[in-house]
Structures are given as C-alpha cells and as structure tokens.
C-alpha cells in the first residue's frame, strides 16, 4: 500500500506510542521511513525504534524551533530529494494544566505552549515539506482526540489545542489542494501510551470506553496505524479534510446505555 512513498514521521517516542503504531505499519506496506526526536535524551531511544524499521535517518527536530525544522528538511532533500508523506504525532501541554477543573487550570502560557506545540506546528511541518511534494501525490497526516469537540475530564486546554488543530487540518486541505498535497487527521480512542499517562485518572476512560462503546472494546496502536496507512496511501487520493474516528464507535453516542 506505501511501497515507494517516502515518510517522515515526527513525534515517535517510545513503543508505547500511537506513532510507532503508524510505523509499524507503513515500514510493513513498503514505506522508506525518516524519524525525528525531540532531544539528546530520547535519541537513542528512536534510533533503536528506526533501525526496526530499516531507517537510518534520524534528526533531530524540537518543533518548537523553525530552525530545527528547517534543518529537518534540508537533511531529507539532501538525503531523498523529495518527500510523500509527513506524520505529525506531536502534542503538549504542561502537566498542570492537564489536572482538576478546567477553569481552575488553564492559564495564558499554558493555553500558549498547547497551541504552539500541538496545533501551530502541524502547519509549520507542512510549510516546510511543501516544496519537497510537488508533483508527487502529497499526504499529511495528524492526530487528534474526541475531546477536540466535546468537554472531557481533566483533558482541558489540549481538548483547545485539537480543536485548533483540527481547524488547521481542514484549512490545510484548502489551501494545499490545489498542488495535490493532501491533510487529514486521525481521531483516535484512548490507548495506553507514554504520553497519555499525564492525564488525570486515565485508566477510568480506558474502562468506560471498554464498558460502551459499540464494539465494546478500546482499540490498539495497530488498528491506527492500518488506517494511517490507508489515508497517506494512493488508495485515499480523493480523502482530504476529514478527521476519521478510530475509536470502538465511541464517538458516535449520545449516551452509555441504561442498566436495566
């Protein structure tokens, strides 16, 4: 499904993580993938992720620097001359806002650093791989979370920052269309990942998603990472714009089901 397509995934921490799901699964369907980390400390820690994959470009890249990211992408058209596709698994807030009451928590330089971090760089990301998709069947790819659209415990100013970055989704499709650059996101269902052990009482979501969602279950990285492949793969070239859910069905209820 991605034989020959070029990837570069940013946002790869740890296996436990939905972007190692993503490339799991497109190092499987063919893909020639590129990593990114965010600092010393986790270098070694996605280098060893890379060399399952057959991959031996990993840069260093802190998106919250446009020269790291500029430098990202002068090392892959140095290294490719082009790129396919660009997998944006990146999102933050600090801890503190991530707990309690949303009102209580939230500040102005918290609701700063979610936005920058999380929304913002998706379209930094995309500014830079522009030039290296030209004339080629361009995807971007991000991930959000239901509490983009709806209020969820403790999730708080992050639910903000997916909803920002759902908007850039969208936005991105408009205005990179016309060159056949492609911007979906993925909204997938809580998963026990690294990242998601900062949120506060994690494990009952876990539950209750298991408890009434349609299919009765949570889902798994894997499950993401198939439909990532799907929507950056040719066989999606028409599919722009959409935030597709990847949950159980969780999404679609109004309500839990009443105990008899």
Request: proline residues 3%; charged residues 20%.
């Amino acid at each position: 499904m991605m034989h020959g397509k070029k990837v570069l995934i940013v946002g790869v921490a740890s296996p436990r993580s939905i972007a190692w799901g993503i490339a799991k699964a497109m190092h499987r369907e063919g893909a020639e993938l590129a990593f990114t980390y965010q600092n010393e400390k986790l270098r070694s820690r996605v280098e060893k992720i890379a060399e399952e994959c057959g991959s031996e470009l990993v840069l260093p890249c802190d998106v919250a620097s446009d020269t790291q990211i500029d430098d990202v992408f002068a090392a892959i058209r140095d290294h490719w001359g082009a790129l396919d596709v660009v997998v944006h698994a990146v999102g933050f807030a600090p801890r503190e806002q991530l707990e309690g009451n949303f009102a209580d928590a939230v500040t102005r330089e918290g609701f700063a650093i979610a936005h920058d971090i999380s929304a913002y760089s998706f379209a930094a990301l995309a500014k830079a791989a522009r030039p290296l998709m030209q004339g080629r069947n361009g995807a971007l790819l991000t991930l959000s979370y239901l509490g983009s659209v709806r209020a969820m415990p403790s999730y708080n100013v992050m639910g903000l920052a997916k909803a920002s970055l759902e908007a850039c989704t969208r936005y991105l499709a408009q205005s990179l269309g016309p060159e056949n650059i492609r911007a979906n996101a993925i909204s997938a269902g809580p998963i026990k990942t690294l990242a998601a052990s900062g949120i506060a009482r994690f494990r009952s979501m876990l539950e209750n998603v298991s408890r009434v969602a349609p299919l009765r279950r949570t889902i798994t990285a894997d499950e993401v990472g198939n439909v990532a492949c799907f929507l950056c793969s040719d066989y999606a070239s028409a599919i722009t714009g959409e935030v597709v859910n990847v949950d159980a069905g969780y999404n679609i209820l109004g309500m839990p089901e009443l105990e008899q």
